[in-house]
């Protein structure tokens, strides 16, 4: 049950950070809109890539961590959360990503491999998003945590930012809610920033 608890809990992190205004949102809206619902996906994909790369090496790293330092472990848990917290923040803070939406003339097509490429160099060379990952590991999980369990949790972040992302491709691709994004993207940093806010609290203080 705890296991399935802590899964749980860095699932639901981890959307909330992925739905929230970053790089990734940016480019996957350009190339929907610029290119096609197709490019946009295969960006998508390139994000799931990007995750399982900085999934992989921030599990390694701190298990060895926790195996050597059970004072520094908790020092980057506490910094994990205050970095959620400045999450929080910025995205209650931020009033436009800056996006045209207005039309634009026909762009040809970028290949798949292309458009892959371009969303794994986009998640994979964000310094914020390596601090998220390691933010969200050391806040929720424990010394003794088996590592079946933080594999397991990964393989969910990579699927819920593929599937995350592809449903952003597929839905700002259509000319009419192009509008509507731009118009009332403050509510969604407004709520994102203080479902964020709370959840970092909960965790400094309550887990």
């Known amino acids: 049950m705890e296991n399935l608890h802590l899964i749980i809990t860095i699932a639901f992190i981890h ?6 205004p970053g790089p ?11 290119y096609s ?45 205050t970095y959620l917290l400045y999450m929080g923040i910025r995205s209650i803070a931020a009033r436009s990503f800056g996006l045209d939406m207005s039309p634009e003339k026909a762009k040809k097509d970028i290949s798949p491999l292309n458009a892959l490429w ?4 986009t998640n994979i060379s964000n310094p914020k998003a390596t601090l998220f990952f390691l933010g969200l590991f050391t806040v929720v999980m424990r010394p003794g945590t088996p590592r079946s369990i933080l594999v ?3 393989i969910i972040m990579v699927v819920e930012t593929v599937m995350w992302f592809s449903f952003v491709a597929h839905f700002l691709n259509q000319k009419y809610v192009r509008s509507l994004v731009d118009r009332f993207q403050g ?12 959840t970092s609290l909960w965790i400094a203080f309550f887990s």
């Open 152 to 154: 397991v949790a990964g």
């Open 118 to 121: 371009v969303g794994f160099l």
């Open 15 to 20: 959307l909330l950070g992925a739905m929230s």
């Open 187 to 198: 509510y969604f940093n407004l709520i994102f920033g203080v479902l964020l806010i709370l």
């Open 37 to 81: 619902r197709r490019t946009g996906v295969f960006t998508a994909l390139g994000f799931g890539l990007g995750v399982a790369v900085q999934v992989t090496y921030l599990i390694a790293g701190i298990a060895v961590v926790v195996a050597r330092s059970l004072t520094l472990f908790t020092m980057i848990r506490y910094f994990g959360a």
């Open 24 to 34: 990734d949102f940016v480019m996957c809206v350009r190339n929907s809109l610029m």
